[in-house]
Structures are given as structure tokens and as C-alpha cells.
């Protein structure tokens, strides 16, 4: 019994990686390396994106909106290393640890190169064996990679071949069209971002100026994933193939909704969106702490969350809205209003995005709408 275990890990652990004729993962304590291939964690060969060996995919339980782009994310670390778990914050990551995030679209049905469908559904991407090339179009692989002096952040743009990926230290912008369902169509700007974007959107204490990575905590990582025989809870299996120690019981680790459930209260998928989309910088010791509006999943319902709170200093970006959130009234809410907006210095987040999350405000207005209360009274 105890080697059919074993085996069905070897197993499990072998078909998150699966592409023998990589070189083997690589660690680069230092330096600017100029390709994306030179860490041999994600390559295009053979007309798939794929995975080395130990290069283990994730997903979470709901996404940070980036321009409706899809994202396979994944984690490798050094040989006899592992991350120990977390209730709160990420987990912690042992040194040489390196986090990807390969940002694509699925392909309009036009097949034009720069038209790019927009669309939520991630069933047909198959990130988790890897991806089809000639049904996606990727556009950049950021890399997060725990070095001695901390979490350093690149960016790497692929060409159009879609066969290597390049250093971008000073970002890009690449004009695309969304396309949807209907036919409709959207010409927007993706900006692939430069370092100081990368530190702004992972600063983890804006005095320390120290970074972190923004997806995989135990609350989002909570989750079932399709590894290629079945699905199994990533945190579980993350313990399985030793990149994770400490996990207690399922029971006791905390997990985010999937905004988009249609299972889930309309307050845990409201506060889910929040916070992943949010609360990194919208937290006690964030970029935003000055401003006092906290959204992260544990913020009480309060003034700390902006119900009834005036902003400290958001100016002309308030749209001449007196509060952050009014009860049942989401057209008299600044929070609204910044997701609505495309402009710069009034749009939030405010770097991240060129388009609206259609979907994302909805839900919030849907929240606001909900929330009882008012704004005469301020305690």
C-alpha cells in the first residue's frame, strides 16, 4: 500500500512537469538573465508552452483583473527545499524560489493575430499540461525569484513567433482588440509593466519597501486544480510532491471565494474580488494605508472598509462623491467610480489595466446595492 502511494505521487508530480528534454530548472542567484529560456521554467517547443520537471502550475481561487488576460501560474523550488505553511500573508517560500505568471489570451474566432477574445472561461486552456500555441497568444511571463536580498521581479515579452520570451526591464505596450462572444469589439493598450510597477502592485510594507508575492496564500491556494488524472486541493498536493510543510487539516485553512460562484454569497464573492483585486495595496501597511480604507477579506464592515468614510486624499478622482461607499447607493460611491474609469489618477488600481471589468463592477454594484445603511449620520 505504501509503495502504490508513493507511486501515484511520483506520478502526480511527473504530470505537473512533464517535458523531459528541458534542461533542468535553473536558479539564478544573480544577474539580468536575457531570455525567459536561460531559468528553463516554461518554454514553447514543439507548439506548446510546457512545463519542466518540478515546475509545479496553481491557480486561484479568484483572479486580480488584468484586461481580461487568462494567466498560468506556477512555482519551482530547489531540490530538498519547501515552503512552510501560512495562515495569513504568503506562504513562506525557501531561497531560490521562483513564481511564474505567463499572461495570454485564447484567440478571436477571426484568427487575426491582434484580435484576442475576451472572455472569462479558462475550461478550454488546459494551462495545467501546458498550452496550445496555435489557440492562445501570449504575451509576456513575469517572474517573482527569492534571492538573499529578496523578492526580485522580471518581466519577459515574447515574440510574435510566440518561440522565446525577451527582458523587458522598461515594460512595453502592445495595441490588441478584444472580441466578444457577440462579435463586439474593444481596441485597448496592454501594458506589460516596467520594475517600478512590478515593486508598486507587490510592496508589501511601504517602508520597508520590501516585496511579495500577491497570489499564493493559503486563502486563495484553498482550491481543487486539475493536474491531468483527476482533480485534486493544490495545497494538498503541494504537501504531496514536498514543496509544502506544516498544512494542517483542510478544515482549518482559510479560503477565499471564487467571485464568480454563483454558489457563494453575494457578500464572500464581493469581499473575495475586493481583496484580491485591492487589498494589496488597500492594507494597514500598504501603498494606501495613508488613505485608511482597508479591503482586505478582514476588514470589519465599518468605516474601515470606506462605508461612509470621506477620502484623505483622492481630490478631482473622487468625481465629487462625498464617501468611499453609500450604503445602497453605488452611483454615490468613489469606489465605483475609480473602477469605472479608465483615466489615469482616478482609475483603481491604478496600474494594471487599460479596459473595465464588466463583470467585477457588476458585482460590486450588486454589493453596494445590498449593504444597509447610511451616510447622515457618520460615527
Not at 474601515?304 to 470621506?310: A, F, H, P, Q, W
Request: with cysteine; aromatic share 8%.
Amino acid at each position: 500500500m505504501r509503495f502504490a502511494k508513493h507511486t501515484a505521487l511520483l506520478a502526480l508530480l511527473l504530470l505537473s512537469a512533464c517535458h523531459r528534454g528541458m534542461p533542468a530548472a535553473s536558479f539564478h542567484a544573480e544577474g539580468m538573465p536575457p531570455k525567459l529560456s536561460d531559468w528553463h521554467m516554461v518554454e514553447a517547443r514543439d507548439g506548446r508552452l510546457v512545463l519542466n520537471d518540478g515546475v509545479v502550475p496553481y491557480n486561484l481561487n479568484s483572479h486580480l483583473f488584468t484586461d481580461y488576460v487568462h494567466k498560468l501560474r506556477t512555482v519551482w523550488m530547489p531540490k530538498g527545499t519547501s515552503a512552510k505553511y501560512t495562515a495569513e500573508g504568503p506562504l513562506d517560500f525557501p531561497l531560490g524560489t521562483v513564481i511564474t505568471k505567463t499572461f495570454y489570451y485564447p484567440r478571436a474566432a477571426d484568427g487575426k493575430f491582434d484580435d484576442v477574445a475576451r472572455t472569462l472561461d479558462y475550461a478550454g486552456d488546459y494551462a495545467g499540461q501546458g498550452l496550445d500555441l496555435a489557440s492562445v497568444r501570449l504575451i509576456e511571463t513575469r517572474l517573482l525569484v527569492l534571492r538573499k536580498d529578496g523578492w526580485t521581479p522580471f518581466t519577459y515579452l515574447w515574440n510574435d513567433a510566440q518561440t522565446e520570451a525577451t527582458l523587458a526591464r522598461t515594460g512595453a505596450v502592445e495595441p490588441l482588440t478584444l472580441v466578444d462572444a457577440q462579435g463586439g469589439r474593444e481596441d485597448f493598450n496592454y501594458v506589460a509593466p516596467d520594475e517600478g510597477q512590478c515593486v508598486t502592485c507587490h510592496e508589501a510594507n511601504m517602508l520597508t519597501r520590501k516585496i511579495q508575492p500577491i497570489g499564493p496564500w493559503s486563502r486563495h491556494l484553498n482550491r481543487d486544480y486539475d493536474y491531468g488524472k483527476g482533480r485534486e486541493n493544490q495545497l494538498q498536493h503541494l504537501a504531496a510532491v514536498g514543496y509544502l510543510t506544516g498544512l494542517p487539516k483542510l478544515g482549518e485553512v482559510p479560503r477565499d471565494a471564487n467571485w464568480r460562484d454563483p454558489g457563494a454569497s453575494l457578500d464572500a464573492r464581493a469581499r473575495a474580488w475586493l481583496d484580491i483585486n485591492c487589498a494589496y495595496c488597500h492594507n494597514p501597511n500598504g501603498v494606501a494605508s495613508v488613505t485608511g480604507f482597508s479591503l482586505g477579506h478582514d476588514t470589519p464592515e465599518n468605516h474601515r472598509l470606506g462605508i461612509c468614510k470621506s477620502p484623505e486624499a483622492a481630490g478631482p478622482a473622487t468625481g465629487g462623491r462625498l464617501f468611499d461607499i453609500v450604503p445602497g447607493k453605488p452611483d454615490e460611491s468613489i469606489l465605483m467610480h475609480r473602477l469605472a474609469s479608465t483615466r489615469p489618477g482616478v482609475m483603481m488600481p491604478e496600474i494594471g489595466r487599460s479596459t473595465v471589468d464588466r463583470e467585477g463592477m457588476a458585482l460590486i454594484r450588486a454589493w453596494i446595492l445590498s449593504l444597509k445603511g447610511n451616510c447622515d449620520i457618520v460615527h
